[in-house]
């Protein structure tokens, strides 16, 4: 089945009031993100989506796919499932290599070579992280960061799959800037449940959430690019400043002076 749309059909919140937001529609392409305070329900709307909820949770909204229901064949056949959850928690019960776990997975999922496949997933997670994943690791010995960035690169190129939900990546120590760079060079639907204010300016609109309801749709417009393109200047230097610390160099006031020169904040 194609997808060519999402569309999230509002329910209620926490105080049993109908959701202000009652239909949102998603369409491929698009990266939306979910915002609010902790506790907010943004990860219970995930979950609505992933659930293809069909008024049968407790929020009672519905989710639906190019406009119907989903096809029960996406509730018994994971394979068919197209939408592919990363979430923070990310314990894995297999020690295998993390080569042999792709392999496996893109046998199930891909025709043709799966060594390239492989290959392919592993640049793209090498990418998002700080230390480059080996294959021959084992999987339960990569970091919460690694993971999250190879299970990010699996579902987008091995699982291939049209919409993908996001759960707080900025927690796992992942370039956000060129996560996003990667993701948009793939034709799906993507989801962030965030805090960061760089995903939610960058994405092309966000969902604002409260007391377990959505509260608005927020189109992402000129100025606020412009703001996230100031707030880009600034993570660049927190990361670079980060990255510093990490590999053991003492910083300086003089140091801080000439980055924050060279992006033109002082004189």
Do not use: W
Not at 11 to 29: F, Q
Not at 142 to 164: F, Y
Not at 166 to 183: F, M, Q, S, V
Not at 217 to 241: M, N, P, S, W, Y
């Amino acid at each position: 089945m194609e997808i060519k749309k999402l569309t999230i059909i509002g329910g209620v919140g926490r105080d049993g009031k109908k959701e202000l937001v009652t239909e949102v529609d998603l369409e491929m392409g698009n990266i939306v993100s979910i915002v609010g305070p902790t506790g907010c329900g943004k990860t219970t709307l995930i979950n609505d989506i992933e659930l293809f909820a069909d008024e049968n949770t407790p929020s009672k909204r519905k989710v639906l796919i190019n406009g119907i229901t989903r096809p029960e064949e996406f509730m018994y056949d994971p394979s068919k499932n197209p939408i592919a959850l990363i979430s923070q928690h990310t314990n894995f019960l297999s020690d295998l290599p993390v080569k042999v776990f792709l392999e496996i997975h893109a046998k199930i999922r891909q025709t043709g070579k799966s060594e390239v496949i492989v290959e392919e997933t592993l640049e793209f997670a090498n990418q998002l992280t700080g230390e480059p994943i080996i294959k021959e690791s084992a999987m339960t010995e990569l970091s919460g960061g690694q993971t999250r960035a190879l299970l990010i690169a699996d579902a987008v190129i091995i699982g291939n799959s049209p919409i993908i939900l996001l759960d707080e990546i900025e927690n796992a120590g992942i370039h956000r800037t060129k996560a996003l760079e990667l993701l948009r060079q793939y034709e799906k639907i993507f989801i962030f449940v965030t805090h960061d204010p760089r995903i939610a300016l960058l994405s092309n609109f966000r969902i604002t959430m409260k007391n377990g309801a959505m509260q608005s749709v927020i189109i992402t417009e000129h100025e606020e690019k412009g703001v996230a393109e100031e707030l880009r200047k600034l993570d660049d230097l927190l990361l670079d400043f980060r990255n510093r610390i990490r590999i053991g160099e003492r910083l300086s006031d003089e140091i801080l002076k000439n980055r924050l020169r060279a992006l033109g904040y002082i004189s």
